[in-house]
Nanobody, 119 residues
Framework: QVQLVESGGALVQPGGSLRLSCAAS????????MRWYRQAPEKERELVAA????????YYADSVKGRFTISRDNAKNTVYLQMNSLKREDTAVYYC????????????WGQGTQVTVSS
């Protein structure tokens, strides 16, 4: 019932851009903070970006600051990650995460979408 479905991952050359989308359903999207994580093979999952509920405040990992932008459209139940100036180090599976306010429910995860930055 609850679903987070990521899309937009692709093979892209260094310096290129991608926009990831995460379509949510089955819960009250606007009340959840949304986050993007990524995980490269054999590495720990890393928080990339976050946006508050219902929106307005954002967080970015230092490694992506100035290159990535997180946004949300509560009317469409969708969160986006605009990724510019991509580097080989950005190669990973990117996961969408929905996190409620404390005590108001559980967090949800998507299945992930593969981003590969290579020439």
């Amino acid at each position: 019932q609850v679903q987070l479905v990521e899309s937009g991952g692709a093979l892209v050359q260094p310096g290129g851009s991608l926009r990831l989308s995460c379509a949510a359903s089955g819960f009250t999207f606007s009340t959840y903070a949304m986050r993007w994580y990524r995980q490269a093979p054999e590495k720990e999952r890393e928080l990339v970006a976050a946006i508050t509920s219902p929106g307005g405040s954002t967080y970015y990992a230092d490694s992506v600051k100035g290159r990535f932008t997180i946004s949300r459209d509560n009317a469409k139940n969708t969160v986006y990650l605009q990724m510019n100036s991509l580097k080989r180090e950005d190669t990973a599976v990117y996961y969408c995460n929905a996190t409620p306010r404390v005590g108001l429910g559980r967090a949800y995860w998507g299945q992930g979408t593969q981003v590969t930055v290579s020439s």
